[in-house]
């Protein structure tokens, strides 16, 4: 705060953003300089573009008339002066009227090679750029495929001290199993859930391939629901997160992120949820999972249709054929377990609650149900995925 006037050393916070105003001299000049600055510097590029100069300083190859022209060799040509030599600087017409000898009025066509020297660098430069621009174009809607899963780790408090899961190793020994399904599979992008902060630790320390969102950031809610994704397929360009209610209707804040290939420049959007299940602990949360199912569906399709780009959801829903029904009603997210929802909803068959979905412009095989021992009371599913030719 500003100093008061009996305390002329004590010292002064200046906001930054806040600055003096400017002495006269320095103001804003009048409205005419800046153009008259722009076309001086327009006419100096031309200029030099172009090679417009006269006498020995100016430039080789300029445009002139008679004795400045050049013939591109560097060695000046002079006109021919024997008629000034000879002292035969007149001639008579017809009429007897005196006339002088006058240059001609249209540039020499000496000059022209440096025209169309510059005309033709102009030209290449044209194509090149031309040629990079369709190289971006055609590397950013060609198809691009990788492997997604979903995975729900089994929170450390369940095997820990007190925990419900007493027959399952501790978290330490379970992650290393889990990490070892991710690589087994070849996993490049992975929605978690009951991801604790003990987990999140491991699996950053020991999975360093893969960069997460939205880490521990968010505080120890959030953290259940991290996106990972393979450092070296991908960089992250965008993240949000999106209010889902849990049991008994608490908000927690759960992941939406946009990825980047770094081989195509194909984006692509991730989000990554858990609604909450029916237990004696929690009780029945049927109301909160539709509302949460609402939220996340509506959220994710306008997403798909206001930016054009593929969504993907993963996450434990703890329903089959309700959210299979609910997801693919619209018609624009497919599961990558199969089914379909044309005419009726046909849910596939050997339904998890854990589910991967896609917009239109997806393609999923190779869809697969991966048992993981005792890393957790969940199985992992992940699929193959290609981003389909944009256009």
């Given at each position: 705060?500003?100093a008061?006037?009996g ?7 200046v ?7 400017l002495?006269?001299?320095?103001r804003?000049p009048p409205?005419?300089?800046?153009p008259a600055?722009v076309?001086a510097?327009?006419a100096?590029?031309?200029w ?8 020995p ?6 445009i002139?008339?008679?004795?400045q ?13 024997s ?12 009429d007897?009227a005196k ?6 009025a249209?540039?020499s ?5 440096a ?11 044209q ?23 979903s995975?729900?780790l089994l ?18 020994p ?11 599979n070849?996993?490049?992008v ?5 991801m ?33 994704w ?5 960089q ?12 008994g ?5 759960m992941?939406?992120?946009l990825l980047?290939?770094i ?11 858990h609604n ?6 929690l ?5 909160w999972?539709s509302?949460a ?5 509506s ?6 249709q ?15 054929e309700?959210i ?13 377990a ?5 005419g ?7 339904m998890?609650?854990d ?18 021992g ?6 992992m599913?992940s ?6 030719p944009?256009?």
């Open positions: 705060m500003p008061s006037a305390s002329r050393d004590q010292k002064v916070t906001n930054p953003r806040k600055f003096p105003a002495p006269s001299a320095v804003t409205v005419w300089v800046v600055v076309v510097i327009v100096g590029l031309l030099f573009s172009f090679g417009v100069g006269s006498g300083g100016g430039p080789q190859g300029s002139g008339l008679g004795s022209s050049t013939d591109g060799s560097g060695q000046r040509d002079h006109a021919d002066t008629d000034l030599e000879s002292g035969d600087d007149e001639t008579e017409e017809g007897g006339k002088t000898d006058e240059p001609s249209e540039p066509s000496e000059t022209s090679p025209l169309e020297r510059s005309v033709r660098r102009f030209e290449a430069a194509r090149r750029l031309a040629e990079r621009v369709n190289k971006q174009l055609a590397r950013r809607t060609q198809p691009f495929s990788f492997r997604v899963a995975f729900n929170g450390d408090s369940h095997t820990g001290p007190g925990g419900n899961k007493p027959g399952f190793p501790d978290g330490s379970r992650m290393d199993m889990a990490i070892s399904a991710l690589r087994n070849g996993v490049d992975v929605g978690f859930q009951e604790e902060a003990s987990q999140y630790n491991m699996f950053n320390a020991r999975a360093g391939e893969y960069s997460l969102y939205p880490g521990l950031a968010m505080g120890d809610k959030s953290v259940r629901f991290n996106i990972a393979r450092s070296s397929m991908f992250l360009v965008d993240a949000h997160t999106l209010s889902i209610p849990y049991a209707g608490s908000r927690i804040e992941p939406v992120v980047e290939s081989s195509t420049g194909r984006r692509a959007w991730f989000a990554n949820f909450p299940a029916d237990t004696p602990n009780g029945n949360n049927g109301r999972r509302e199912a609402g939220i996340e569906i959220h994710l399709t306008a997403l798909h206001e930016q054009g780009l593929p969504v993907f959801a993963t996450g434990d829903y703890n329903e089959r309700e299979f029904c609910r997801f693919t009603a619209g018609g624009v997210f497919s599961a990558a199969g089914g379909s929802n044309s009726g909803c046909l849910p596939p068959s050997g998890q609650v589910w991967i979905f896609g917009s239109a412009g997806i393609s999923f095989d190779s869809y697969a149900v991966t048992g993981v005792k890393a957790s009371d969940h199985n599913v699929s193959g995925a290609t981003l389909l944009a256009g």
